[in-house]
């Protein structure tokens, strides 16, 4: 069966790339009343209930604190939409207003949760890439934001996304799942999938079997894919997999990022997905948890 699509992958947003090669956009964009602005401030943005909040152009202050900006694309009702990025945090009485995307992603509405996530990338690109690679030189944003050009050498780079892969491990008979807790979450008993980043010349096959092998101790088969997902942590795109472990009495944490790992029944990870159960598991933004919620056939 088809999965039901990760969080963050839901968007119904219109990118409309076609545009971005008009330099002119975005000071035209900021001048048209139609036009809404998502401000971000590394991964987080004002929410009010499911829903962004988005401004006018007028109502985003670029003078206190400047802000590089981008074009986000087209709306249902084809206004534009612009991100006006920042790295400054929210401000301790701004607190309440603003959410990060890692906490609160998962409960938008579709097209919102696009444009979230998209807006954090970009912006975390903005942050990490304002010089050229190559010669050092300052990069300037074109194309309305999606490229940098380095006023040296003239060198153009775009955007970096990082394939990592994510998997949800069962065993033979598919009766139990295999999780592990990260050393980072032992405090909280927070349990998730096998996860790491494709290194250099290896496939997604190579670099599953490498991970779980690593982290858990378990070699896998029967590797399936069944969904991807942006995730600017930071700047990933999780790329997600079903596997089978040919032996499960050999499942064993590395001892330093994984210090547990623990097979599951699926009454357990029900019971957790609801908040009953012996662990916590990924939150509702994350790719981890609709793997998990996939293999028990639940909507997560």
Not at 34 to 48: C, F, I, P, Y
Not at 97 to 116: H, N, P, Y
Not at 176 to 195: H, Y
Not at 232 to 248: E, I, K, W
Request: with cysteine; hydrophobic share 40%; proline share 6%.
């Amino acid at each position: 069966m088809r999965m039901q699509p990760p969080a963050l992958a839901r968007s119904v947003f219109q990118p409309s790339p076609e545009e971005r090669s008009d330099e002119t956009l975005i000071d035209r964009l900021r001048s048209d009343p139609s036009t809404r602005v998502l401000e971000v401030r590394g991964d987080r943005a004002r929410l009010r209930g499911d829903r962004l909040v988005w401004a006018a152009p007028e109502h985003v202050d670029d003078a206190a604190e400047p802000a590089e900006w981008a074009f986000l694309g087209r709306a249902g009702d084809g206004s534009a939409r612009l991100i006006a990025a920042r790295t400054v945090a929210p401000q301790p009485d701004e607190e309440t207003d603003w959410a990060s995307l890692r906490i609160s992603g998962g409960d938008l509405v579709d097209e919102d949760a696009g444009a979230f996530v998209t807006a954090v990338a970009l912006g975390r690109w903005f942050a990490d890439f304002r010089f050229c690679p190559r010669c050092g030189s300052p990069a300037r944003l074109r194309s309305a934001g999606w490229s940098r050009v380095c006023t040296g050498c003239g060198r153009e780079q775009f955007p970096r996304t990082d394939p990592a892969v994510i998997v949800a491990v069962s065993d033979v008979r598919n009766e139990r799942l295999l999780l592990g807790q990260n050393a980072a979450w032992a405090v909280d008993n927070r349990f998730s999938t096998f996860a790491g980043f494709v290194e250099a010349g290896e496939s997604l096959e190579t670099a599953i079997r490498r991970e779980v092998a690593e982290e858990a101790g378990v070699v896998v088969d029967d590797l399936v894919y069944r969904g991807s997902q942006a995730w600017p942590y930071p700047r990933s795109l999780m790329l997600g997999f079903h596997a089978v472990a040919n032996d499960a009495s050999q499942a064993r944490p590395d001892g330093e990022e994984i210090v547990a790992v623990r097979w599951f029944d699926r009454e357990e990870i029900r019971a957790s997905l609801a908040g009953a159960g012996p662990v916590i598991l990924p939150g509702s933004a994350s790719i981890a948890r609709r793997l998990i919620a996939d293999w028990c056939g639940d909507e997560g």
